[in-house]
């Protein structure tokens, strides 16, 4: 029994585990299913901590769940709280920090000396060290933590969490608890949707289903099995009915498009779920928070609330910031009884639900469409089954046979979640600040990865891309006679295309941009555009810009082909430019959203990123002339619907009135 919010909290034996162990001022890792209680832990590691007055560091996967976690604990522990995430500052000295985990690494990596107030970090969804994209993150914060800091790791179901924790033993030589729990307190029933019948449980469906190849699906009716075709082909529609009669809802609806999370909510908006009284409030809360957040004349705020006066909503990261949180809040309320959503929902803070259901069971993995993967799978799923409300959680899956073979389905039920490998692929800015601490020894620091752990050997793919890497900064010149040059330092501060944007530096170019141009680089550094949108016109300034950082582009690439590089520098894309020119002109949001074929959403993530690559500048060995420009387009550009911070700065203020 703990005291958490003024209440005694029961705990599970494994929650008891960890506590003790985190009481021994060991670091602990935490292997659970979804749903079974982890943030508890971190929630009492960090009221134990702040009465010690030791620092204690948590750091979240993206950005939107930083700024959950902020709002949450800040409610729990008022005025000991901050948040550093790159899009906002608030409180950095606080006890308490929250921030993404590059902001982490990057501080252990340049900074290391302002963590030493700080004794514990907790790691969430420690898993992400698999992801592809950004699991180097993790490791790299991994290998470098400070000596007096411990770790509390949380993540889903890891199947080889001692090989993992080994390592970590290894390389810092302190006491590592594993904690495992297989046990869920609200069990999982899983059923599915195929051929216009709802079907109890996998054996049951592959004997109607998948049982016989050369007729079609079969049916069971009085005892009798009919071909599917005879019934009509499955509706999402039907599966929100069916889940409304049985009691079911609330529910989370995950789909793997953003057009397709709208067009279900609009299904199924006729079907309408909330009592009169219901219907009242919701409308009246949801017209009270877009007045609060200046949200009244938004388009696809007015659009929603139609599907809100329904307890209908989709949520996904092509909305405004401002208007998901609208409606997590209005879910929290149950006032919405299913919301259709994209994948990284499954990452949210306290959204859990009666039911989920998953539009497909594949998805697109890079390059390959293919069956979920079974973590990825439970993470969604993991959602259903609200611990002290609900006996037991439901998951739907839609089935086609056409689509999945019965053997991909059966992957997803019977196989163990994968282990999580390493994906230790060094940046340039990584290896520049590695360099000036280790010098040429740097390619020893391979040695200290979970990659070199794993492989068992002193060889390794990721070792020779360090070092294709080290020898690029080397010829390039980023690196003379062991040290980092002017131009070194520069790229050492940029965490994302850092050689263009160092060579464009090294020429000269930065210093001659004007503010708007300065703008137009820094979004163009961040932007991808959609596969087959039409590149439009561009005016001649963006021609010029575009010729300059294409020709250096071609040149960086060049030198990473000849030394084996497997992932080039990301180009240049300049799809966005007359965005940009007109928002630093002062043109509202609203006027600029008409001529763009992109969400809200996704131009709010652009220009935010491009501020972060500006304030990143900032710390470079820029001229005092170049730097001001910068300051002047950070001001242009962080206005409004942009500022990250004054937006949550708004969101705390409102959920404490």
Known sequence: MIDLEGKDIKLDKFQEDAIAAVEADQSVLVSAPTGTGKTLIAEYLIKDSLTRERGVIYTAPIKALSNQKYREFE??????????????????????????????????????????????????????????????????SLIFLPQQMRFLGLSATIPNVDQFANWLRKIHRHPITVIKETNRP?????????????????????????????TLYYKKANNELFPVALYGEDHAVDLIKHLAEKDRLPCIYFSFSRKRCENLAEEARPIGF???????????????????????????????????????AYHHAGIHPMLKEILERLFTRKLIKIIFVTETFALGVNMPARTVVLDEVKKSYGRFYRALKVRDFFQMA??????????????????????????????????????????????????????????????????????????????????????????????????HENQLTEKGHFAKKMHGNELPLAELFGYGVLEDLSLKQLGILALAAVFEPRPGVKKPKFSEDVKKLERITTQVV??????????????????????????????MEEKSFDKLMENLQIDEGELIRYYRMSLQILREMLETPASDELKEKIHHAIQLINREVVDAEAQLRKSVDLADA
């Open 274 to 312: 909330l009592t009169e009284d219901e219907r009242l409030e919701v409308l009246e809360l949801y017209d009270t928070f877009c007045m609060q957040y200046n949200l009244e004349g938004e388009e696809r705020a007015q659009n929603v609330r139609n599907l809100v006066a329904k307890g209908v």
């Open 186 to 214: 609200v069990p999982l029933h899983f059923l599915f949707q195929c051929g216009g019948a709802i079907y109890e449980d996998l054996e049951t469906l592959k004997n109607f289903v998948y049982s016989d190849r050369k």
């Open 75 to 140: 409610r729990l522990f008022p005025g000991k709280v901050g948040i550093i995430t790159g899009d906002v500052n608030i409180n950095p000295h606080a006890p308490l920090l929250i921030m993404t985990t590059e902001i982490f690494r990057n501080k252990v990596l340049e900074f290391a000396t302002t963590l030493d107030e700080h004794n514990w970090i907790i790691f969430d969804e420690i898993h992400y060290l698999d992801n592809v994209e950004r699991g180097t993150v993790w490791e790299e």
């Open 382 to 479: 993991g959602r259903s089954g609200r611990r002290g409300i609900d006996t037991e959680g439901f998951v739907y899956s839609r089935i086609n046979p056409r689509a999945v073979s019965y053997r991909e389905l059966e992957s997803i039920f019977v196989n163990s979640p994968e282990i999580i490998r390493s994906r230790f692929n060094a940046s340039y800015a990584t290896i520049l600040n590695l360099y000036e601490t280790y010098g040429d020894a740097l390619p020893d620091i391979y040695r200290r990865s979970f990659s070199c752990f794993q492989e068992k050997s002193r060889g390794g793919r990721q070792l020779e891309q360090m070092t294709a890497r080290l020898n690029i900064l080397k010829h390039l010149g980023y690196i």
């Open 554 to 583: 071609k040149g960086i690439h060049r030198f990473e082909k000849k030394m084996g590089v497997t992932y080039f520098s990301k180009k240049f894309y300049y799809g966005l430019s007359a965005s940009i020119i007109e928002w």
